[in-house]
């Protein structure tokens, strides 16, 4: 199976997540800025929220993809006020006619003292754990 990550982090906590799992991935985790060049049977994409909402740069990726580059998107993320942000993804990834799978991955991520200290270890193992079963 190949797969792929993609992620934007404005304040470093989905890097932070993406580097906690690149050793059990079979591909090098990039930025949304790199395109998605050769089909994928699997993407985990990941994204934070400011102000409520994804970054730009997250949807203009997520317009660049088609179901023939991409088979299956996991979708994950953190955020200190909303929920998630996978919703946001998953409504743009399945209007592009993209599957996205079921499951997905949130965890706090600090704005200030907002959920100060995530995500910690403890968020981390989690998301090792979940990368883990989906792969």
């Known amino acids: 199976m190949k797969t792929a990550i993609r992620y934007h982090s404005k304040f470093g906590h989905t890097r932070q ?6 050793d059990i991935m079979d591909c090098e985790p990039q930025t ?3 395109p998605i060049e050769e089909p994928v ?9 400011f102000l409520g909402k994804v970054d730009g740069s ?9 179901p023939d580059k ?5 979708c994950f993320g953190s955020c200190a006020i909303i929920k998630s942000p996978v919703p946001q993804m998953r409504k743009a990834l399945e209007a592009r006619g993209i599957a ?3 499951r997905e991955f949130t965890c706090p ?12 270890q403890k968020d981390i193992e989690n998301f090792r754990q979940f990368v883990k079963k989906i792969l």
């Open 58 to 66: 997250v949807m203009r990726f997520i317009e660049s993809l088609t």
């Open 109 to 120: 991520g600090a704005m200030g003292p907002i959920k100060a200290g995530h995500p910690d």
């Open 32 to 34: 949304v800025e790199a």
């Open 100 to 102: 996205v799978d079921q």
């Open 41 to 49: 049977d699997l993407l985990l994409m990941g994204a934070g929220v």
């Open 17 to 22: 997540m993406v580097e906690a799992v690149k």
């Open 70 to 74: 991409v088979k299956r998107v996991v």
